[in-house]
């Protein structure tokens, strides 16, 4: 490996992912530590634009958790296996609204007639789903006495709140995992295309460095996505998509067809 090579850092890695494709040539002659990297700091952006912007966000519109708790979630108290609460809750965290209402003796996500992600307390129940369309996705339901003991209240729920902040790195932890996957998934679906192209244009890529030149392109892309998802949809996803859907097509052509006319990298990069 050339020493010039040696010295490209993650950073240089993004700039020429999303801004000069002509120069993926080069990044498909890194070792492939530098691109597995390169995987996780994409990564850890993304969560941080869909996600960690929100909590951020939230816990400072609060003023903390441990503030949230004491002074702005009602006063509730678990006994006997049932909740009650002195008023109905609906509190938004990023994309998710945690909702609490005792009229329900059982919670069911038919009560609520508002789009989006929801945990909600019913007199008795917990639910976890999803809400689109007038559709309803339920993930799960619990009975409240499998999940709490009696006499859990405000108090005892705001000595939690630093099993609160380990849990959002733990999610955040997860759904980082869930962005490399997806980069993977797409890579590979995008590649089939790619592959194809390498082969017509005589590059002399392998397989393994067109999937390289996929996740380079669609970086891009996904910022695009998230940054969007990030602002509420600003553009409406199916405009997106299509956006995205050329953008990272041509990404993606301009990196295979940098390839034309030099030596290819080494055939297993794995």
């Not at 530590?33 to 941080?48: H, N, P, Q, R």
């Not at 049932?82 to 919670?107: F, P, Q, V, W």
């Not at 108090?155 to 733990?170: E, K, R, W």
């Not at 194809?196 to 067109?210: C, I, Q, R």
Request: hydrophobic share 50%; glycine share 8%; net charge negative.
């Amino acid at each position: 490996m050339d020493e010039e090579y040696s010295k490209v850092t993650m950073v240089d890695q993004l700039a020429i992912a999303v801004s000069s494709p002509k120069n993926y040539k080069h990044l498909t002659k890194l070792k492939a530590s530098k691109t597995a990297g390169f995987m996780i700091l994409i990564a850890f952006i993304l969560t941080f634009i869909e996600f960690g912007i929100g909590v951020i966000t939230f816990i400072m519109h609060v003023g903390g958790l441990n503030n949230l708790i004491t002074n702005k979630v009602p006063q509730f108290v678990i006994e006997d296996g049932k909740l009650t609460a002195e008023s109905e809750m609906s509190l938004d965290i990023g994309n998710a609204t945690i909702y609490m209402n005792t009229d329900y003796d059982r919670i069911t996500l038919d009560d609520i007639k508002t789009n989006g992600v929801y945990i909600a307390f019913g007199k008795e129940n917990v639910v976890m789903g999803m809400i689109n369309g007038g559709q309803t996705y339920e993930y799960s339901t619990m009975d409240l006495d499998k999940l709490f003991y009696d006499g859990f209240n405000n108090d005892q729920l705001a000595s939690a709140v630093p099993a609160f902040y380990v849990a959002i790195v733990i999610m955040y932890i997860v759904m980082m995992f869930g962005s490399v996957i997806k980069m993977i998934f797409l890579a590979l679906v995008f590649s089939i295309v790619a592959r194809t192209l390498a082969k017509g244009l005589h590059t002399g890529l392998s397989y393994g460095n067109v999937f390289r030149v996929c996740l380079y392109g669609l970086t891009l892309p996904m910022l695009l996505t998230s940054v969007n998802t990030c602002l509420d949809f600003l553009i409406p996803s199916s405009i997106m998509f299509v956006i995205t859907l050329i953008l990272a097509f041509s990404m993606i052509n301009r990196g295979i067809a940098s390839h034309v006319g030099t030596t290819a990298p080494p055939e297993d990069w794995l």
